[in-house]
DNA sequence: CGGTATCCGTTCTGATACTG
DNA sequence: CAGTATCAGAACGGATACCG
């Protein structure tokens, strides 16, 4: 194994749910964890795979097929992490071809209305993003040489 | 600027709101931005940035000490990136001693709430992760040489 | 003060090849 | 089928130096 398999999870001391927005306490160097599932649940690789396995229990190959941009290799190293934090269950069957099936675990699902959440505010706000990009390199545009 | 300054949005169709979870829609190779957007917003050094910004305009400076882990470099690289999103204005003061402030826009202010979700399932959820991250590592110890 | 430009090591990722 | 191992290229991110 190469990827990031940061071990020592160091628990941090719970600051209490009262004081919104401790911001510092996302920070990664506070030994905390919040900043690194963050960045597990916002992968973009992740995102796809739980989305897929909420509508059900599905063997590797499929998840492959269903998210198709995705490697060999990343598809390993995104369900090993999803399993380690204990978001999917990982069930190999013992018979000749191997069938390995991959199912969202119950705080794997609690995900979905927060992911969707997510999801719903980009969603809601693309057009807006997309004019505001446009609108920003337009002025970039003027003073930079245009591309074409 | 060598940074992912991937310019032509290519605004996709709208594919409706009815249909929950089109999986394929987040997903790049489709030419959305929901993806994108998202990387953006889950980013760490731009949730801290969107974070502190929560509470009230500030300078560079200011949040250069704030977040204090991040590089000149990526403090700029980041706000540039926020504010061609549209979520964060920049204002330049003329002044002898350059000024520049940065504030929220409006769209950027309504991040706070889904923001908020994703910070409070993953503070929720922080201990029961961190004890599934150590019996899967231990399970692995197991059949793998510990390392101490 | 608030950047920009450059260099450069680390990390991430995809492609490829091999295995139980 | 479901991986693992290896390698190389791309992207990321920090340190540094210089500018309006």
Redo the contacts with the bound molecule.
């Keep these: 194994?190469?990827?990031?398999t940061l071990k020592s999870p160091s628990n941090c001391g719970d600051t209490g749910p009262e004081q919104d927005f401790d911001i510092n306490n996302w920070d990664v160097r506070e030994g905390c964890e919040v900043r690194q599932i963050l960045d597990r649940v916002a992968?973009?690789?992740s995102l796809l795979a739980i989305a897929h396995l909420e509508r059900r229990t599905l063997?590797?190959?499929?998840l492959?097929r269903l998210i198709d941009?995705?490697?060999?290799?990343?598809?390993?190293?995104t369900?090993?992490q999803l399993e380690r934090d204990g978001l999917v269950r990982?069930t190999?069957y013992p018979v000749v071809?191997?069938?390995?099936?991959?199912e969202l675990t119950p705080m794997g699902a609690t995900l979905h209305t927060t992911i969707r959440s997510l999801v719903d505010w980009t969603e809601g706000h693309q057009q807006e993003i997309a004019r505001a990009r446009a609108e920003y390199d337009s002025r970039q545009g003027e003073a930079d040489a245009p591309v074409a």
Tied chains: 1, 2.
Excluded: A
Aim: zero cysteines; hydrophobic letters at 30%.
């Design positions: 194994m190469e990827e990031g992968d973009k690789w063997r590797f190959s499929e492959r941009g995705i490697s060999q290799r990343m598809l390993t190293v369900l090993r990982r190999v071809p191997p069938r390995v099936e991959y």
